[in-house]
Structures are given as structure tokens and as C-alpha cells.
């Protein structure tokens, strides 16, 4: 038999965001390096982590690295993005479902534009804690620190984040790396901090269960099982569930993570669920499991969306309403009519608010991320505002 899953520390899925080059990458690899020298992971070195492969997960294509550690207490899934764009594509979809955010600000050049861009961003998608990693302290004047401290705390109040208690430690993810002990220990109180100060995100767990159906397997003599990454709420075995999009209700007869049978699962884990009675060609990917009249999906929704210029990828001409791109809505791929609101156009690099008509009901509510993509490639990023 196999072994059961045994969920000793909560998990919480973290990330670094900050100015090109202020150093997250290096600081991603001193975290891990640290970490597995206390016996609590893997280090991971920068060139793994800087050139992760793409991802196309969710249909679109995401430059995002994944790595796992554990402190005394927690067990973590850590985000890093290697440019301005992913940030705006990631955080903007809610693909990297940050409960929390490392904003790493290099201590000799203070705040930069992308700093500040990713704390109007983290502060749109809902990351209500950040905690600073004044980095490459090891370089700085302390004066000119001193400063950058301040600026960095103004920063964070003029967005709602209480500057004045948001933890900032002064590291070196570079010496830490190379095992220097001061900045060690350092990377130690960073990784306290964000123990300490950023909260478990409890509402998920409780709340009705939702599961985005990422894809779906026939195990020979068990039935259909679909696999993804649970959004909210438990599940255990035995619980009836309603697959939207197939119009199925059923109930779950096996519970998996990583292979490992389990009793209940939880928001932020990933499992396969095997689903009694449903044929393989009735679920798709971008269906939705929930708990039974949980959710009503509809069409119409507003939302605000980012135009991406032409430079990160994005098109090079306005648009305007009758637009009909494809939308990326948790799992699911639809198409749909965009309403700009009479003549409005909107540039590439324009922030928008639009209505959307979208070709069948899928769940939606206010919060959700999304993208948006035109002849295979990702031209928007945008955050449903209302639903109807
Ligand atoms: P990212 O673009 O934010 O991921 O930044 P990187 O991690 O790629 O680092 C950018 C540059 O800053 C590299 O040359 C690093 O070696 C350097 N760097 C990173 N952290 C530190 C640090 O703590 N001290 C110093 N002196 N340099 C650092
Ligand atoms: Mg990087």
C-alpha cells in the first residue's frame, strides 16, 4: 500500500517581486541555500532558477520558477519571475496566488520604477503582506541605507500597507550565498519576519469547495480522475461535489497528492480526485468541481484590464469595442465580445475598465484574474471588477 500524505507544517505560496537586478533571483537561491544547510530543502542554485522553462500551464505562457522550502514552522511554495512582464501577467491572472511577497529593494539604488509598479500590483490582486529584503546591505553606506529604508516604508504606506510596520531587513542574498555567516544569519531573520508577519490565509480552507479542472486521466478499473490545484475550501472523501461545465453530480471516491493517498485536502494543495460514475469525455479541463450549488456561473462582467505593450509582447494596434480575443479564466479557454463603452480605444500599455460577453457561463466573481490572448500569444491581463 502506499504511504498516506501527512501534512505536518500549513503551506503558505510566497514570492519575491522588485526592480530588475536588485537582486531576487540571487536572494531566491541564498533562501534555499540556507535553508538546506539547516536541513530543511534543497538548495536550488541561480542558474536553475533563473532559467526555468516556461510553463504552459494554464494554456498561456508563464515564465515563472517554483521553489520549495520549509522553515521551523511553515512549509513554503516560493515564486520568482525573471521580468517586469511576468510580474504584470502573473499577478495580474492570479497565476502566482501570492499569500505573501518578499519586495526586495536594493539598498544602493532605492526605489525604482518597477519597485513601485509591483507594489501598485500586489496591492490590485489582493497581497495584503509585504515584507522587505533591503538587499545588497553588504554594498551600501548605512546612511544612504538609512534612507533607502525610509523611502521604501513611504512607499508602502502611500498603498495602504502600514510603512511603518512592515517588517524591512537588511540583507545580502550574495554573501549568503557564498557563506558568509553575518549575512547567514541575516537571511534567518528574513525568513522570521516573514513567519511572523505574514497570517495564514484561513478564509480559503473554510470556505465551499472549488477545484479548476488543470486536466483529466482514466485510471483503468477506478474511473475518471481529474487533477489541478484546489482554489478554496476542503475536501474530503466521500463529499458530493457538481462539475460545472459537464453538468455532472458525483461524489469523490479517491483523494491523491503527489501519489500519496490522502483524507481531506485543502486550498493551496494539488490533487487528483477520482470522481464515481462520470465518463472520461464528460469533464474537460477548464471545468470547475465544487460543492453542490456553491457557485452560479454567468457571462457578462466588468473588469479592468492591462493592455500589454507591444514591447512585452503584446499588440502594436489600439483596440476598440468588437474586439473578440479569447479569455483565460482560471482553466478555462472562452471567447468573448469586449465593450470599451462607445468610441473608447484602448492602447497597448493602457489600463482600461471594459464589459465582456463571453460565448458560455463560466464561474466568475469579483477578484478573479484572467487573460486575455490573441493568435496565441498573451495581449492582456486583467481582474473581474463585477459580475452581470
Ligand atoms: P533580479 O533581476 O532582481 O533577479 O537580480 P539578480 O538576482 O539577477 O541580481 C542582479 C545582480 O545583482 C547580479 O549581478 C547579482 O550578483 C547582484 N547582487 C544580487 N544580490 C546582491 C547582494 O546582496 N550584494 C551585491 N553586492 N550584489 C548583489
Ligand atoms: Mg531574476
New binding site residues.
Given amino acids: 500500500p502506499k504511504t498516506a500524505y501527512v501534512r505536518t507544517k500549513p503551506h503558505l505560496n510566497i514570492g519575491?517581486m522588485?526592480?530588475?537586478?536588485?537582486?531576487?533571483?540571487?536572494?531566491?537561491?541564498?533562501i534555499t541555500k540556507v535553508l538546506a544547510e539547516r536541513g530543511s530543502g534543497t538548495y536550488v542554485p541561480?542558474d536553475r532558477i533563473?532559467r526555468a522553462p516556461e510553463e504552459a500551464a494554464r494554456g498561456i505562457t508563464i515564465n515563472i520558477a517554483h521553489v520549495e522550502y520549509e522553515t521551523d514552522t511553515r512549509h513554503y511554495a516560493h515564486v520568482?519571475m525573471?521580468g517586469h512582464a511576468d510580474y504584470v501577467k502573473n499577478m495580474v491572472t492570479g497565476a502566482a496566488q501570492l499569500d505573501g511577497a518578499i519586495l526586495?529593494v536594493?539598498a544602493?539604488d532605492g526605489i525604482m520604477p518597477q519597485t513601485a509598479e509591483h507594489v501598485l500590483l500586489a496591492r490590485q490582486v489582493g497581497v495584503d503582506h509585504i515584507v522587505v529584503a533591503l538587499?545588497?546591505?553588504?554594498?551600501g553606506d548605512e546612511e544612504l541605507t538609512d534612507l533607502v529604508e525610509l523611502e521604501v516604508r513611504e512607499l508602502l504606506t502611500s498603498h495602504g500597507y502600514g510603512g511603518d510596520s512592515v517588517p524591512v531587513v537588511r540583507?545580502?542574498?550574495?554573501?549568503?550565498l557564498e557563506g558568509d555567516p553575518r549575512?547567514t544569519e541575516a537571511i534567518g531573520a528574513l525568513l522570521d519576519a516573514v513567519d511572523t508577519y505574514v497570517p495564514m490565509p484561513e478564509r480559503y480552507v473554510d470556505a465551499p469547495f472549488l477545484l479548476p479542472v488543470e486536466n483529466v486521466l482514466t485510471i483503468t478499473g477506478r474511473g475518471t480522475v481529474v487533477t489541478g490545484a484546489v482554489e478554496r475550501g476542503t475536501i474530503r472523501v466521500g463529499d458530493r461535489v457538481e462539475v460545472l461545465g459537464a453538468a455532472v453530480d458525483t461524489v469523490v471516491t479517491g483523494l491523491e497528492t503527489f501519489g500519496k493517498p490522502m483524507a481531506e485536502a485543502q486550498a493551496g494543495d494539488s490533487v487528483a480526485l477520482l470522481l464515481r460514475g462520470v465518463p472520461r469525455d464528460a469533464v474537460r479541463r477548464g471545468h470547475i468541481v465544487a460543492a453542490p450549488g456553491s457557485v452560479v456561473p454567468s457571462r457578462r462582467f466588468s473588469a479592468q484590464v492591462y493592455v500589454l505593450s507591444a514591447g512585452e509582447g503584446g499588440r502594436t494596434t489600439p483596440v476598440s469595442t468588437g474586439y473578440r480575443p479569447q479569455f483565460y479564466i482560471r482553466t478555462a479557454d472562452v471567447v468573448g465580445d469586449v465593450d470599451l463603452g462607445g468610441s473608447a480605444v484602448a492602447r497597448p500599455g493602457d489600463t482600461v475598465t471594459m464589459t465582456v460577453e463571453l460565448g458560455r457561463d463560466v464561474p466568475l466573481e469579483p477578484g478573479l484574474g484572467f487573460a486575455i490572448r490573441e493568435g496565441g500569444r498573451t495581449v492582456g491581463a486583467g481582474t473581474v471588477t463585477a459580475v452581470g
Fill in positions: 519575491t522588485g526592480h530588475v537586478d536588485h537582486g531576487k533571483t540571487t536572494l531566491t537561491a541564498a541561480f533563473d520568482d525573471p526586495v536594493s544602493l538587499n545588497k546591505a553588504d554594498a540583507v545580502s542574498g550574495l554573501r549568503a549575512w
